[in-house]
Nanobody
Framework: QVQLVESGGGLVQSGGSLRLSCAAS????????MSWYRQAPEKERELVAT????????NYADSVKGRFTISRDNGKDTVYLQMNSLKPEDTAVYYC????????????WGQGTQVTVSS
């Protein structure tokens, strides 16, 4: 019943910008830490960015610091990833992740959205 749906992916030019969205349903969104992961073809999945349940703190992979910004709107049950100064090495499938410890340990994943950055 829980669903995470990513959108906003596509083909973009090097140096350009793109905003990804992840809409959540059937969960108490404000209780979840939200993250973005990505996986390039034949590569391991990596953590890109994380935001706390209240949105008061964020963390980023070194490779995207200064270029990407994670944010959330708890009124719309949506988390965003603003991506600026995109590089070809950012090409990957981007996945939305939701995780909580209280009231019970739970974790959910979206289906992913493709981001392709051309030279």
């Amino acid at each position: 019943q829980v669903q995470l749906v990513e959108s906003g992916g596509g083909l973009v030019q090097s140096g350009g910008s793109l905003r990804l969205s992840c809409a959540a349903s059937a969960l108490t969104f404000r209780n979840f830490v939200m993250s973005w992961y990505r996986q390039a073809p034949e590569k391991e999945r990596e953590l890109v960015a994380t935001i706390t349940s209240t949105g008061d703190s964020t963390n980023y992979a070194d490779s995207v610091k200064g270029r990407f910004t994670i944010s959330r709107d708890n009124g719309k049950d949506t988390v965003y990833l603003q991506m600026n100064s995109l590089k070809p090495e950012d090409t990957a499938v981007y996945y939305c992740n939701a995780k909580q410890r209280w009231p019970r340990l739970s974790e959910y994943w979206g289906q992913g959205t493709q981001v392709t950055v051309s030279s």
